[in-house]
């Protein structure tokens, strides 16, 4: 079994930066892939960035140059990390860490993750 939780959420200025962190932690399996998806009010879930075992990133357009990703793991701990800079009010929304038993797909960006978080809300206001 594997859990994630989240923290970090918040809010934030428009052009202000947050850092949401994600804690996962798995006894018996090996996380290959974990990332950052988001939902807004009224919107369907999209995917934001992930991050592979070996380190290689990718992300969504709304967020490249803007977001980084990063993770470090020790002792069955995953700890991933969103940094997020130059924030917009677009970028309003819940924010859900998620992991893959597998390498990320090149279609990550549709949600298709093993396990999920609970979330943590993001608010920018101007």
Request: hydrophobic residues 35%.
């Amino acid at each position: 079994q594997v859990t994630l939780v989240e923290s970090g959420g918040g809010s934030a200025q428009t052009g202000g930066s947050l850092t949401l962190s994600c804690a996962a932690t798995s006894i018996i399996h090996r996380i290959f892939c974990m990332g950052w998806f988001r939902q807004a009010p009224g919107k369907e879930r999209e995917g934001v960035a992930v991050i592979d075992s070996d380190g290689t990133t990718d992300y969504s357009s709304s967020v490249k140059g803007r977001f980084a990703i990063s993770q470090d793991n020790a002792n069955n701990v995953y700890n991933l990390y969103l940094r997020m800079n130059s924030l917009q009010a677009e970028d309003t929304a819940m924010y859900y860490c998620a992991a893959s038993l597998s390498f990320c797909r090149r279609s990550w960006s549709d949600g298709k993750m093993d396990y999920w978080g609970k979330g943590t809300l993001v608010s920018i206001s101007s």
